[in-house]
């Protein structure tokens, strides 16, 4: 059983340009959240995926975007970055029932480390 | 704003001793969950407590939830330099689906 596996684990950007943020799944799980961490904060949530669909967004602007692939990968797209996006992008998978709902617990993985300057 | 704060923000002890992080939130929940964070890694899964529960335990974990006053403590017992870390709580909301919100965590250094 493989875990969750981010890519790329650091980056740097200048102000104003695009990045994409990547994540394998845990095998079996069907759902993906993503979080970004700002040093010496708690992960905020920034949206889920579930069956290809945003399941779910926290308090983040539409420059913050994601996909999520039918093999249950996804990606994090943010545009015209800011300073204050430098942060840890952590992504999550989950096993979601039929319902969509239930208390899951989240496989993190390590983590994409953005710098923006 | 987070819907779990957790208290103290830091907290340092000696190898062995009792360390107690306490957790509050704000509106009913479905279950709480504790996470333990090594330095700038991704979070790992320590335990769930629903909202029926009053306590829980999982090995050197003891976890209490009590709803009447919106908190949850976790205990770790005889704890180890290996424990040093950030430690979260975080909940599902009633109306949130499985969305897990997290609160600021404790930063708990064990001293050798």
């Known amino acids: 059983e493989t875990g969750v596996t981010q890519s790329p684990t650091h980056l740097i950007k200048t102000r104003g340009q695009q990045v994409t943020l990547r994540c394998s799944s845990q095998s079996g799980h069907n759902t993906v959240s993503w979080y970004q961490q700002a040093l010496g904060q708690g992960p905020q949530f920034i949206f889920q995926y579930y069956r290809e669909e945003e399941n779910g967004r926290g308090n983040f602007p539409p420059r913050f975007s994601g996909l999520q692939f039918p093999n249950y990968s996804s990606e994090l797209n943010v545009n015209a970055l800011e300073l204050d996006d430098s942060a840890l992008y952590l992504c999550?998978?989950?096993?979601?029932?039929?319902?969509?709902?239930?208390?899951?617990?989240?496989?993190f993985g390590a983590g994409s480390r953005l710098t923006v300057l | 704003s987070q819907q779990g704060e957790e208290d103290p923000q830091a907290l340092s002890i000696q190898e062995g001793e009792n360390a107690t992080m306490n957790c509050s939130y704000k509106t009913s929940i479905n279950n709480l969950q504790w996470y333990r964070q090594n330095s700038g890694r991704g979070l790992v899964h320590l335990i769930l407590?629903?909202?029926?529960?009053r306590e829980k335990h999982s090995g050197r974990l003891r976890v209490t939830l009590d709803t009447s006053k919106k908190s949850s403590s976790l205990l770790i017992t005889a704890s180890r330099a290996a424990d040093t870390a950030s430690y979260f709580c975080a909940t599902v909301f009633n109306n949130a689906g499985n969305m897990l919100t997290f609160g600021g965590g404790t930063r708990l250094m064990v001293k050798p």
């Open positions: 999550a998978s989950s096993l979601t029932s039929g319902r969509g709902t239930g208390a899951n617990v989240l496989t």
């Open positions: 407590i629903r909202s029926n529960e």
